[in-house]
């Protein structure tokens, strides 16, 4: 059976950034070299992650990686 993870497990990558939301449906672009740090992640290159967005009024909001492009730095 697996295991379940622990706190060993997680690594909290935070960094300010700037972005803006580009639809109705809540999509963000943002910088992609912010995304790929936090990919590069120890917990996150085993699949363990959770990814938050926070507005500038502070609500705080699960996010999802869609699409990143190094090349051209945006996510």
Same mark, same amino acid.
């Given at each position: *059976? #697996? $295991? $379940?993870? #622990? ?6 990558? &935070? =960094?300010? %950034? %700037? #972005?803006?939301?580009?639809? &109705? =449906?809540?999509? /963000?672009?943002?910088? *992609?070299?912010?995304? $790929?740090?936090?990919?590069? *992640? &120890?917990?996150?290159?085993? #699949?363990?992650? &959770?990814?938050? /967005? ?7 909001? %699960? ?7 190094? =090349? =051209?730095?945006?996510?």
């Amino acid at each position: *059976a #697996g $295991q $379940q993870p #622990g706190p060993q497990d997680w690594v909290r990558v &935070e =960094r300010p %950034s %700037s #972005g803006f939301v580009v639809d &109705e =449906r809540g999509y /963000v672009i943002t910088a *992609a070299h912010l995304v $790929q740090e936090m990919l590069d *992640a &120890e917990a996150a290159r085993r #699949g363990r992650y &959770e990814l938050f /967005v926070v507005l500038q009024g502070g609500a705080q909001h %699960s996010a999802a990686i869609v699409a990143h492009d190094a =090349r =051209r730095n945006l996510a």
